[in-house]
């Protein structure tokens, strides 16, 4: 007799079945199923960090050469050939922070304009809590590093699309949490 196996349809939402713990190979072959023709060829990973409550954000180089220069971020970058958004964004982490987070969640993935390239981006976001490893943390990217409320989003410069995700994020916790 066949053993069958049922699979939750996204990680995001069978995450919250089994607290995201998923065999890497799941992970990659889910990934390379979502690529198809249509999907954009520009990859960027990013981290919702969490830190005690808090967003954790960069204020970006005032550099015309990437994107988005001085204003406030989440950390992340492209991905390298060849490499699926869950090593991706643990390799952005801790090459701008210095540090290794415990475990990230996988949350979704926003496909978006970027001027500065002149492509369609696809950008995977995940999810962190930093309160274990902040105390080792190391800004090597970037201008300056905040945790910040929520509330205080609303009156810093954000990217847009780094704002709706950060928007769609505390919605999500906020119907979670109650």
């Given at each position: 007799?066949?053993?069958?196996?049922?699979?939750?349809?996204?990680?995001?939402?069978?995450?919250?079945?089994?607290?995201?713990?998923?065999?890497k190979k799941l992970v990659k072959d889910l990934y390379r199923y979502e690529m198809t023709d249509k999907t954009p060829k520009m990859q960027t990973s990013h981290a919702i960090l969490m830190l005690s409550g808090k967003y954790v954000l960069q204020l970006r180089d005032d550099k015309p050469s990437i994107s988005?220069?001085?204003?406030?971020?989440?950390f992340g970058g492209m991905l390298n050939d060849g490499e699926v958004p869950s090593e991706g964004i643990k390799r952005e982490i801790f090459e701008e922070l210095n540090i290794k987070p415990q475990h990230y969640r996988a949350l979704w993935y926003m496909d978006y304009y970027l001027p500065l390239e002149k492509k369609d981006v696809r950008t995977w976001l995940f999810e962190a809590e930093v309160d274990k490893v902040w105390g080792a943390?190391?800004?090597?990217?970037?201008?300056?590093?905040k945790a910040l409320s929520y509330h205080e989003l609303?009156?810093?410069?954000?990217?847009?699309?780094?704002?709706?995700?950060?928007?769609?994020?505390?919605?999500?916790r906020e119907r979670i949490n109650g």
């Open positions: 007799m066949s053993r069958k196996k049922i699979l939750d349809c996204t990680i995001r939402f069978g995450g919250y079945l089994n607290n995201w713990n998923f065999d988005a220069p001085g204003e406030w971020s989440l943390h190391k800004l090597n990217e970037g201008k300056d590093v609303k009156d810093i410069k954000i990217p847009d699309v780094m704002r709706k995700a950060l928007e769609r994020h505390h919605k999500e």
